[in-house]
């Protein structure tokens, strides 16, 4: 059984990705550390999940690289010097993205297409999460915002209730408009994602890794 290193382990998606590991024992995978960020790590592993904090992402990153473990984070809002760290680094095999669900990597592609063939008309950004979500926009729409050329003030936002995460990208002319939107239904969407991207992760040579990689990985499997 390879050991996890759930890094925000008391947060909504460290939860459900400890009841994903905990619920699914033929993944091989079994929960070793459950860390906060500011406590120690107990115990040993073989591949860090990190949904915490900007803070508490760096401090795991530290740890994983000290112990020579894979690294993946969906945190977002971090700074840019830890980003431009995790691209640079060189003994671990580093995963990052602001959303690790490959329905909404396909999406944003579907965004950036639709950016291209409408050129010219208006574009708009709306995104809806839940009451306890930091960050807005959110890491999703930013990137969505960038396929889009969008300039992030212009991407207008809702905090309301429970919603796990909701969003849409119009494109209107005087004569017609076109809607995409995505809507997620559970975290398990994330989480399950996560826990299978950490199982290729840990096959991974030293280097950094993107959603691209990984959906690159999935396109090519697909067609064995």
Request: aromatic content about 12%.
């Amino acid at each position: 059984m390879k050991k996890v290193f759930i890094n925000g382990a008391e947060g909504k998606m460290g939860k459900a990705i400890a009841r994903i590991i905990e619920s699914r024992p033929e993944l091989g995978l079994e929960v070793a550390v459950k860390r906060e960020s500011g406590q120690p790590v107990l115990g040993d592993f073989d591949v860090v999940i990190d949904f915490s904090s900007p803070q508490g992402a760096q401090e795991a990153f530290v740890m994983a690289r000290k112990h020579r473990r894979p690294f993946l984070t969906g945190t977002t809002n971090l700074p840019e010097t830890f980003l431009f760290q995790m691209q640079e680094e060189e003994k671990i095999p580093v995963f990052y993205a602001p959303n690790v669900s490959l329905s909404v990597y396909f999406f944003t592609e579907l965004v950036r297409q639709a950016a291209k063939m409408y050129a010219g008309y208006e574009f708009k950004l709306h995104e809806i999460h839940h009451v306890h979500k930091k960050d807005a926009p959110s890491g999703t729409a930013k990137k969505l915002a960038d396929v889009m050329d969008l300039a992030y003030d212009k991407v207008t936002y809702e905090r309301t209730g429970e919603v796990v995460g909701t969003h849409t990208a119009t494109f209107a002319s005087p004569f017609d408009e076109i809607t995409l939107s995505h809507e997620a239904k559970n975290r398990d969407l994330f989480a399950d994602s996560a826990v299978q991207i950490a199982l290729w992760l840990m096959k991974c040579e030293s280097g950094f890794y993107t959603m691209s990689d990984y959906a690159k990985f999935k396109l090519k499997e697909k067609k064995k």
